[in-house]
């Protein structure tokens, strides 16, 4: 075996050194102001390319960002929460994420999509995911009718995780947070998506959202006016090209993990 060969083997990391190394640089990483406007400004010039809307999960188009995607995945794999809720379906990328994620950690696929109206397309896609234990609910999400439904599926859940991924406009955001976090069970987790509307424009198309109206000056409210739901840090600064900066919620009216501060 050579000299740099050694060299090399010597230099690499056990387990544990390598874990606490990679904590410090995330930490670093989460509170590096500079480093984060220049995700944004990469994520403002990005989106004139529809950035977003290019990816797919296995082979379904998945209308989030690939940083996302991926702590989604720790989350699912350290978590294991027993149901994934997900408002606003589009194409069903989403969805099929969950599932797969579900089976990947040998779980029962315990899956909820809703949305206002599935389109033909969406169906298509998600063929293999409807016969394998996913649920869609049609109709508005704040709907007594959709919120009966989604109740009586998690009646027994243990811990749910809810994505909030639908109408972005505060008034909508806030009401799904107060229904669906008066519903879901102590230990659950919200994420709500696309609290980068209130940083930069993040479409060209025209919305009833806008930097003063949108998912995160929503959650600012609910958490204010809420105790028993927590900023969880851990998540929300997890990723820096992310759309959900600050936008993981935990239910947790023992122990408050993170004492919310409105930036």
Same mark, same amino acid.
């Given at each position: 075996?050579?000299?740099?060969?050694?060299?090399?083997?010597?230099?690499?990391?056990?387990?544990?050194?390598?874990?606490? +190394?990679?904590?410090?640089?995330?930490?670093?990483?989460?509170?590096?102001?500079?480093?984060?406007?220049?995700?944004?400004?990469?994520?403002?010039?990005?989106?004139?390319?529809?950035?977003?809307?290019?990816?797919?999960?296995?082979?379904?188009?998945?209308?989030?960002?690939?940083?996302?995607?991926?702590?989604?995945?720790?989350?699912?794999?350290?978590?294991?929460?027993?149901?994934?809720?997900?408002?606003?379906?589009?194409?069903?990328?989403?969805?099929?994420?969950?599932?797969?994620?579900?089976?990947?950690?040998?779980?029962?696929?315990?899956?909820?999509?809703?949305?206002?109206?599935? $389109?033909?397309?969406?169906?298509?896609?998600?063929?293999?995911?409807?016969?394998?234990?996913?649920?869609?609910?049609?109709?508005?999400?704040?709907?007594?009718?959709?919120?009966?439904?989604?109740?009586?599926?998690?009646?027994?859940?243990?811990?749910? $995780?809810?994505?909030?991924?639908?109408?972005?406009?505060?008034?909508?955001?806030?009401?799904?947070?107060?229904?669906?976090?008066?519903?879901?069970?102590?230990?659950?987790?919200?994420?709500?998506?696309?609290?980068?509307?209130?940083?930069?424009?993040?479409?060209?198309? +025209?919305?009833?959202?806008?930097?003063?109206?949108?998912?995160?000056?929503?959650?600012?409210? $609910?958490?204010?006016?809420?105790?028993?739901?927590?900023?969880?840090?851990?998540?929300?600064?997890?990723?820096?090209?992310?759309?959900?900066?600050?936008?993981?919620?935990?239910?947790?009216?023992?122990?408050?993990?993170?004492?919310?501060?409105?930036?």
């Amino acid at each position: 075996m050579t000299e740099s060969h050694n060299e090399y083997l010597n230099s690499v990391d056990g387990e544990q050194d390598f874990v606490a +190394k990679r904590s410090r640089w995330q930490n670093g990483m989460s509170q590096d102001t500079e480093l984060y406007i220049s995700a944004l400004n990469f994520l403002s010039k990005a989106s004139s390319h529809n950035f977003v809307y290019q990816w797919s999960w296995l082979g379904v188009p998945i209308i989030k960002l690939p940083e996302d995607i991926l702590v989604i995945q720790e989350f699912v794999f350290e978590e294991k929460p027993e149901f994934i809720v997900e408002i606003g379906v589009a194409r069903g990328g989403g969805i099929k994420l969950y599932s797969s994620l579900q089976r990947l950690c040998s779980m029962p696929t315990k899956v909820i999509g809703i949305d206002i109206k599935f $389109f033909p397309h969406t169906l298509t896609a998600l063929k293999d995911e409807l016969e394998s234990g996913v649920i869609l609910i049609e109709g508005d999400s704040i709907s007594r009718d959709v919120l009966t439904k989604v109740e009586l599926l998690l009646k027994n859940a243990s811990k749910t $995780f809810l994505i909030l991924d639908g109408n972005h406009s505060h008034k909508q955001v806030l009401q799904e947070l107060n229904l669906y976090g008066d519903l879901l069970s102590e230990g659950s987790t919200i994420l709500v998506a696309d609290t980068i509307a209130h940083e930069i424009n993040i479409s060209e198309k +025209k919305r009833e959202w806008n930097q003063s109206n949108n998912p995160k000056t929503a959650l600012d409210q $609910f958490l204010r006016e809420r105790k028993d739901w927590t900023l969880d840090l851990k998540w929300s600064r997890r990723a820096l090209i992310s759309e959900s900066r600050d936008g993981w919620i935990r239910k947790d009216s023992s122990k408050l993990m993170f004492p919310y501060q409105e930036a």
